[in-house]
């Protein structure tokens, strides 16, 4: 399976800052996922990231708040910004696999203050 | 609304039994069903995957699809300490392979 490096594993960060997420894939994939899971709670899809083309977001989900980019076929970035407290989650890359698996990066784990 | 239900547990299991998981989808037109262990505070770790009807064994799991009565499930096998974690059941319904989750198991076996 591919290897997914997520970075940063954790961070403390003042509510209305932003922080850029960032995904790295060992190989290359075509699709890549961002998945949310708040406190206590199961993943959500955030959105769907295209190579060469703008992201896919889900139902409750908006660009201005989750930018995401990806740039080639082996990274992509999900931007978390003008952060509450709400929006304290952990944070996960995901890649598709050739039969359809999903493998998660270790996630970020954001508190915001 | 597409749903993925579990129930939340937790599911307390004596070490050296069975551990038996379930999981209900709404979605008909879902294809792909996995099965993901997640301990505290790490990411989801793919454990099974079944995309047929009938039973799918690998080790101490065996993951079982019934897409007539839209459920699946997992058996563990002569259960851990090591195997308490929680247990989410995800559905794909499209050849993208975005997934939706149920809200997880949580399973403790006690030794």
């Known amino acids: 399976s591919a290897v997914i490096s997520q970075k940063p594993s954790r961070d403390i960060c003042q509510r209305g800052t932003s922080l850029t997420i960032q995904c790295q894939v060992d190989s290359q994939v075509t699709m890549m996922f961002w998945y949310r899971q708040q406190p206590g709670q199961s993943l959500t899809l955030i959105a769907t990231?295209?190579?060469?083309?703008?992201?896919?977001?889900e139902s409750g989900f908006v660009i201005d708040k989750f930018p995401i980019s990806r740039p080639n076929l082996t990274f992509s970035t999900l931007t978390v910004s003008n952060m509450s407290p709400e929006d304290s989650s952990i944070y996960l890359c995901?890649?598709?696999?050739?039969?359809?698996?999903?493998?998660f990066g270790q996630g970020t784990r954001l508190t915001v203050v | 609304q597409k749903e993925v239900e579990q129930n939340s547990g937790p599911l307390s299991v004596p070490e050296g039994a069975i551990a038996s998981l379930n999981c209900t989808y709404s979605?008909?037109?879902?294809?792909?069903f996995f099965w993901y262990r997640q301990y505290s505070g790490k990411s989801p770790e793919l454990i099974m995957f079944i995309y047929s009807n009938g039973d799918k064994e690998d080790g101490r799991f065996t993951a079982q699809l019934n897409k007539a009565s839209q459920y699946v499930s997992l058996l563990i096998r002569d259960s851990q300490p090591s195997d308490s974690a929680t247990y989410l059941c995800?559905?794909?319904?499209?050849?993208?392979?975005?997934?939706?989750f149920g809200a997880g198991t949580q399973v403790v076996v006690t030794p």
């Open positions: 995800a559905v794909g319904a499209d050849s993208w392979g975005k997934l939706q």
């Open positions: 990231a295209n190579q060469g083309s703008e992201a896919t977001y």
């Open positions: 979605d008909r037109g879902s294809q792909s």
């Open positions: 995901s890649v598709e696999e050739v039969a359809r698996e999903a493998f």
